[in-house]
Nanobody, 125 residues
Framework: QAQLVESGGGSVQAGGSLRLSCVAS?????????VAWFRQAPGKEREGVAA??????YYNDSVKGRFTISLDTDKNTMYLQMNNLQLEDTAVYYC???????????????????WGQGTQVAVSS
């Protein structure tokens, strides 16, 4: 049974926008306020994109000023608003959550114990 389910991916032209959503199957997953979006482009390793982690918000330098991460615990949903999408943003995007306190490095995959199945984002020129 999936614990995190992403949606909102798709195809968009460069300069366009998408909003990804990630719904948790139960409220406890987001209670520690440690959530993140990762992505994996073809032929590349998975990388951290953005996170709400230990009281702060973090972004990969490549998406600063274009992407915004948010968390709505009432709806058990996290979001990634992506504006001014570029060709290099093409990837499978994954949401991740840590359901316990602690953790040190937001972009380290091992910090998270829940993962979604991924949603494809394709940006074309």
């Amino acid at each position: 049974q999936a614990q995190l389910v992403e949606s909102g991916g798709g195809s968009v032209q460069a300069g366009g926008s998408l909003r990804l959503s990630c719904v948790a199957s139960y409220s406890g997953i987001f209670n520690a306020y440690r959530v993140a979006w990762f992505r994996q482009a073809p032929g590349k390793e998975r990388e951290g994109v953005a996170a709400i982690f230990v009281g702060s918000t973090y972004y990969n330098d490549s998406v600063k000023g274009r992407f915004t991460i948010s968390l709505d615990t009432d709806k058990n949903t996290m979001y990634l608003q992506m504006n001014n999408l570029q060709l290099e943003d093409t990837a499978v995007y994954y949401c991740a959550a840590r359901s316990t306190w602690g953790g040190e490095i937001w972009y380290r995959e091992s910090e998270y114990n829940y993962w979604g199945q991924g949603t494809q984002v394709a940006v074309s020129s």
